[in-house]
């Protein structure tokens, strides 16, 4: 290997590290958010924040810890419940909590989870504990269990938000904005990454359980629907008959 | 020796005139008091936006409040007025059920063609066959909405649109008992123009074709009164 090689390979191999840091790279604590009604965020609730880009903010809501990602917008509520406008929060805290959205509540009992929310859907993913769905306009609350991540959208138009099924966390995505927020060093956050893969291979191997049963009955169901599509066209072909008549009348005898 | 440090000197002094008179410049020029400017109103701006933010969740909130009730007043609700006006409202509340609604659209608009059809307005029921072919090209009405509009421009005397039908069907459903009356009715187009071998051609290939007894019966029928 020439002496050109060998730098040719270095470069390629120290831009690929370069790159995967930058990616892993923490963002610095904001000193001034946005905050409405001004500067409400050292007093009592209800307080609107909003982070900038390239910022992240750790917003004190009772005994609890939020970490807010850049661009975020949050309202507290009160000691135990914050709204979620846009962007996304990693709650940690011992006691019951709620993240309200126009989609529904997520309720903890303890714990630590991550919330994101866009246009159309709000994501949980639970890390330590589960955590609790509520679909606005549902009766049934959908439980999300350690490692799995479940999401909730619009209200339809059986009066419910739309659900999903649950999913193991994406771990590539996740450990992006683990890594933005992480407040600790580098060899804390590998330590604790450490231990979260293990929490994630459980809730891995559970959501594969789950889906291996909801493509059985998925199975059953196209089945079900192929008899009854069947039963259907058998009525409309005799249904037709009469049609078919009107159209020999017609053209046979015009 | 005098001279070089009186040039030094010189130099010296012009520089930090330059730079004085560069500074007062900027000073009294009010550069620095817009920027100041600048910055307070983007920082307005800034916050501005985020009150619509809060405005337009507080708005989303009473959406999805509102969208959760629509269908149990649905249910109560007496006359069609008040279901028409709930589902207006709904409309624009719920998310959108892409996926049932071209089918149901497409059933009822095919509905409306054979309703017209009946009824004998052809030109009526040609914009409906028409609608249902271009806009609902997946739906199971698609052949029969072929045929029906092939008949209704037969009916309406526009035999070379009434022919490019009858062959679209006989690319896309060349199987179908349709397509065979089809044929027989394309064979009676071609007797009507004087085109006696077309006309033949193609009662052949519906007797060579399809198994329907009425079918073959009339496709003989047909035949032998074009070969006499």
Redesign the interface.
Known sequence: MSVRHLLAFLFVFSADVRVKAAELAALPNSADV?Q?PTDCVMRTSPC?V?TRAGEKFKLAVGEFTVVLDAQT?V?RLSESGI?L??GTVWVQGEKPFTVRG??GAVVSHGGEFWVSRDMERMRVAAIGEPVALEP??SKIALRVDPGEENWM??????????TGVPQAIPLAEHMRRWARLFPGTKRQFEKASREFHRSWGRGLASVAAYHESLAEDRRRALQEEAEKRARLKDRREKR?EE??AL??R???L? | MKKGVFLAYGLILAGLFMQAHLHARYKFSGIERLRAEIDRQGREI??ER??A??AA?EF??Y???V??????ALKKSGGETERYRLRTL?SV???P?GDRLPLERASGLFEKG?ARFRAETYEAAVAAFRGVIERFPESIHVA?AH?LLA?SQFQLKEYEACLATIEAMITLFPES??TG?AL??LG?IYEYQDRLEDAVEVYRAVLASYKDQ?LLT?ARLSLKAVEL
């Open positions: 946005l409405e609107a909003k917008s309202v709204a406008l846009a126009e989609f606005r306009g959208g619009r209200v339809g138009g059986d009066g419910a938000a739309a037709s049609l078919r159209y020999r017609k053209v046979l015009d | 800034e916050r985020f009150r933010e809060l969740h989303a909130d959406r999805g409040h969208a959760t009730l629509i269908p149990d709904a509340v719920q998310a059920d054979k029969e045929f008949e008992e349709l009356f027989l009715r009676k009425a009339q």
